[in-house]
């Protein structure tokens, strides 16, 4: 048995190590994206509020601008926090019945495994020419 797990995990490591790789590669890509994204919407927003600071200069005292810039941002994040709030805080409701249909679902999975576990004690070298073979089409589609 132990030649077997040593073959099984070295298939495992030369087939599905490098597709990890792959999917962290993209992910770092992603997360500094998304970084560069929010930094950049941060100077954006900055230079929205100095603009906006600006504008209402040139109509009120520099004090009343600044209480108004400062305002409407404190605004836009009450705004997005509710957003946010709202959006997490929503969960889908689930429903009555899918209590009866996972109970359904378990006891058709019990009598199923039941069967197949016959099935295998009754014919033990069909089930081991058909892992045979399933382990055959597995070795070539990790392979690839």
Known sequence: MNPL??????????????????ILQRGAIGITAIALTVALS????????LSFYSWMGLYTSLHLAALATAGVVIL??????LITYL???????????????SQMMAVAASVAGEEF????????????????????????????
């Open 117 to 144: 576990e016959n099935s295998i004690n009754s014919n033990p070298k069909t089930t081991l020419l058909l892992a045979g073979i399933a382990g055959f089409a597995a070795a070539k589609y990790l392979k690839k």
């Open 76 to 81: 836009a994040c009450l705004i997005i926090a």
């Open 87 to 101: 959006a997490v805080r929503s969960k889908p409701k689930e429903q009555p019945q899918a209590d009866e249909v």
């Open 5 to 22: 797990f040593q073959i099984l995990q070295q298939v495992i490591s030369d087939s599905l190590l490098p597709r990890k790789s792959e």
């Open 42 to 49: 941060f100077i954006a927003l900055f230079f929205l509020a």
